[in-house]
């Protein structure tokens, strides 16, 4: 079983839809949740880190569940900017500061 | 202030021939990582830097190596490419819990 599995689409959507993607973590000692984006051919830039609490950052909002081991991003109000693929990523314990990476989800935003 | 760059942009080697790519950072940076990206795979790690002479293995460290004699430089060298490592390679830095930073990355063809 992967450490960070992801849904990896596309999703197709029409512009101003909602989509929201999940992800699921094997290591319950996992410390550190973040969502990065990468565009095609270009290298993943940070999107967002995930709190425990919830976070949201404009149109995207961001959730974490510990106990179901799961992390979900949702984009509301789509624009075809956001078509990208992204990237689940998780701050495994052992070794430190390594981060593992989930396969991506594509998005596709359609006019 | 460039980030992180990576030398060479693409490059295609025969079976056999050998290569180093660089990494280089101007961002103090102690932590540095290189990645393989391949289509249905997502990032995998194959090496990874906590500080100046020191380099750990990562996920997939079979034909490769590393070196990090400079805190701002890290190298990826193959000793005899293989096509299984034909790849994107994406290098990485990180600054404590920080968030990663990524390179352009380099696409590399082996024939």
């Known amino acids: 079983r992967k450490e960070v599995e992801q849904d990896p689409g596309p999703f197709n959507v029409p512009e101003g839809a909602t989509v929201a993607f999940n992800c699921t973590y094997s290591?319950?000692?996992?410390?550190?949740f973040f969502w990065y984006r990468q565009d095609c051919r270009k290298e993943p830039k940070l999107l967002m880190s995930v709190y425990s609490s919830g976070n949201e950052d404009g149109r995207f909002t961001a959730q974490l569940n510990r106990a179901s081991q799961y992390i979900s991003l949702l984009i509301r109000d789509s624009k075809l900017s956001d078509s990208a693929t992204y990237l689940c990523?998780?701050?495994?314990?052992?070794?430190?500061?390594?981060?593992?990476f989930g396969g991506g989800t594509r998005l596709m935003v359609k006019p | 202030n460039a980030g992180v760059t990576q030398t060479p942009k693409f490059r295609v080697l025969k079976t056999g021939q050998s290569m180093t790519l660089l990494c280089a950072q101007d961002m103090n940076h102690e932590y540095m990582y290189w990645y393989r990206q391949d289509p249905g795979m997502g990032l995998r790690l194959i090496h990874y830097?906590?500080?100046?002479?020191?380099?750990a293995k990562g996920e997939v460290p079979d034909g490769y190596n590393v070196s990090r004699l400079k805190k701002q430089n890290f190298l990826l060298g193959l000793e005899s490419a293989a096509p299984s490592q034909t790849s994107v390679y994406f290098c990485a830095t990180r600054y404590r819990e920080e968030t990663q930073y990524f390179g352009p990355g380099t696409r590399l063809l082996v024939l």
């Open positions: 990523v998780v701050n495994i314990v052992n070794p430190p500061n390594m981060l593992t």
């Open positions: 290591n319950s000692a996992s410390q550190s």
């Open positions: 830097s906590v500080g100046e002479g020191t380099t």
